[in-house]
């Protein structure tokens, strides 16, 4: 998977270089370029701002410093990745579309993503306009109802949840399909060893007798329980989708918990 990511912050996407995004790299399953936006501004102050037209409190980033962005970031990428591959252009921002589990897994099925950090109130509308009217497909990404500085944390979020569901990235592939949201409820509790734990406060805490009693189809009852459970107490919304999926959610697989 080829990744280009937009941004007056380099710096802040170093910890792709880390942990599993890192090794991805290394391991030549994901090619990922970072690349600076000031570098596609051509005055001295290498300019990527102005104030909003109509006024209005703070700044908002100027058209054409993107246009260039995009039309060398997407020019390398089609000379690279050949003939008929095609980048999704995603913005995260608080107005776009809600970005769940469903989203990591379809837009980790893409060859090519190009992720795009908005910073200050936000980028100049004409640019959205501007790459759908190339033929770009252009994606606007919420994380969720609150605001950040820029897209660059969120960029963050979004490459750990695309890139860990690409073939051969995370070792354990097993681990993929039983996780917090795969089925659409939330994941059951978890325990390791030791059965019996004392608490630095001296509280002795037993794990569930259930997981020590070898019996798998009891087990497996047990943790569909939870999960329903711990659902319906923290994400009762979550629960209320499942009985009625929205249109554009994924499908029922039938075999949930
Ligand atoms: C994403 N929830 C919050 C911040 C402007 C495109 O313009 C801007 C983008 C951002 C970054 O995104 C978020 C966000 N999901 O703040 C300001």
Same mark, same amino acid.
């Given at each position: ?93 608080? *107005?776009?579309?809600?970005?769940a589990q ?70 354990n592939?097993a681990s993929l399909v039983e996780e917090s949201h795969s089925d659409g409820l939330l994941e059951y509790p978890l325990y390791t060893r030791p059965a019996t734990w004392?608490d630095?406060?001296?509280a002795v805490r037993e794990a569930p007798a259930i997981l020590l009693s070898g019996d798998h189809g009891k087990i497996a009852a047990w943790r569909a329980e939870r999960s329903r459970e711990r659902t319906a107490e923290r994400r009762p919304d979550l629960l209320a989708r499942r009985e009625?999926? *929205? ?5 029922d697989t039938g075999h949930g918990r």
């Amino acid at each position: 998977m080829r990744l280009d990511v937009l941004t007056i912050f380099p710096d802040y996407l170093a910890p792709l270089d880390l942990s599993l995004i890192g090794r991805a790299r290394r391991d030549g399953l994901l090619d990922l370029r970072v690349h600076d936006l000031r570098d596609f501004t051509h005055d001295r102050h290498r300019t990527v701002d102005d104030t909003p037209l109509g006024g209005g409190a703070g700044m908002v980033m100027k058209p054409e410093p993107w246009a260039e962005a995009f039309a060398s970031v997407v020019a390398a990428g089609r000379a690279e990745l050949g003939g008929d591959a095609e980048p999704l252009v995603v913005f995260p921002n608080p *107005a776009g579309a809600p970005f769940a589990q469903a989203t990591a897994q379809a837009w980790s099925e893409r060859p090519w993503l190009v992720l795009a950090c908005g910073r200050y109130e936000g980028i100049d509308e004409r640019v959205y306009e501007h790459l759908a009217d190339a033929g770009l497909e252009v994606a606007l990404a919420s994380l969720g109802d609150y605001v950040l500085n820029g897209g660059e944390v969120a960029v963050l979020a979004i490459t750990e949840a695309v890139v860990r569901l690409v073939p051969g990235v995370v070792g354990n592939a097993a681990s993929l399909v039983e996780e917090s949201h795969s089925d659409g409820l939330l994941e059951y509790p978890l325990y390791t060893r030791p059965a019996t734990w004392t608490d630095p406060a001296g509280a002795v805490r037993e794990a569930p007798a259930i997981l020590l009693s070898g019996d798998h189809g009891k087990i497996a009852a047990w943790r569909a329980e939870r999960s329903r459970e711990r659902t319906a107490e923290r994400r009762p919304d979550l629960l209320a989708r499942r009985e009625a999926p *929205a249109a554009g959610d994924a499908p029922d697989t039938g075999h949930g918990r």
